[in-house]
Structures are given as C-alpha cells and as structure tokens.
C-alpha cells in the first residue's frame, strides 16, 4: 500500500478540483479556496476536460 503526503494547501486545491470538475462550483467559486485567479482556475478545468480523453 502506498502513501501520499499532501498538504493542506494541495489537499484543498485537489479537493477544490474534484468539486470543479463534477459541476459542484464555478470557475468563480473555487478561484477563492485555491488562492488563484478565475484565469488560472478555468486553465486547470480545461486541462482536466482534455485528459480524459487521452486514453
């Protein structure tokens, strides 16, 4: 079994992800908890978008 070490800032931007990729906040709503603009955040959503399709 294998353990991952996050920290609280990383565990809240990968739990901030999640939420923006299932359609549980906005752009705008998750730029706030992961201390980034709204451009930076809509980057991240796109790349996760285009990712699962890269088999």
Request: charge should be positive; glycine fraction near 6%.
């Amino acid at each position: 079994m294998a353990v991952i070490q996050m920290s609280d800032r990383e565990l809240t931007r990968l739990r901030v992800s999640i939420n923006l990729a299932v359609g549980r906040l906005t752009v705008n709503a998750a730029a706030a908890p992961m201390r980034t603009g709204r451009r930076r955040v809509y980057l991240v959503k796109q790349r996760a978008n285009l990712s699962r399709f890269r088999g």
